[in-house]
């Protein structure tokens, strides 16, 4: 493996910033990835905000707008909303982050709890963004990266903090936020291409 596992997370990075994402080294070092193969993989939503507001409260506001249009449309977007995390994003992140990775011999998933050391990737706020024709805001994520021993994950060895990653593409076309979330996803591995 070339100069290895720790310049392609660097890398991950700081490719982000020519998208105008910001990346902030919170704490510690990537360098105990080098020579691992397996990685264990976690996603948080703890706490999330979507735009300035308490998830919760989100949720609520569009299932009433939603119902209140068309009954039960609101019920299903909820339902919808809480299913993609794991049947759009997460799978999504996961396959391009690996296809990185696979290029010097690492992998990522779920579950490996016998990998030495664990990826958190915890979404601290999403922003939906909206397009209205002659007013638009992209889609956003910010999120926590960490870098954890799996056997004692109250030990954080590295952490840094992605924001403005945008999920709108270059032609503005960023009318399903679930499909704008899996490009937030998209950028996030970016940061690992140059490992």
Known sequence: MKNSTILLLL???LALAGYSQKIKQISGNLTPLKGQKTI???????????????????????????????????????????NDRKTRYQPKFEELFNKYL????????????????????????????????VVRRPAMIEADIMLMETANPGKVLSQSTVTRVPGSD????????????????????KLMQNI
Request: glycine letters at 12%.
């Open 102 to 133: 696979g290029e010097v011999g690492m992998i990522a998933k779920p579950g490996a709890t016998d990998a030495q050391y664990t990826i958190l990737v915890k979404t601290l706020m999403i922003e939906p963004g909206f397009n209205v024709g």
């Open 40 to 82: 264990n993989l976690e996603y948080s939503y703890d706490g999330v905000l979507v735009g300035d507001m308490k998830e919760s409260d989100y949720i609520n506001k569009k299932v009433s707008e939603y119902n209140s249009k068309e009954p039960g449309k609101g019920d299903t977007w909820k339902v919808a909303w809480a």
């Open 11 to 13: 890398t991950m990075f």
């Open 170 to 189: 270059v032609m503005g076309f960023d009318f399903d936020s679930a499909g704008e979330s899996q490009k937030h996803m998209q950028n996030l591995v």
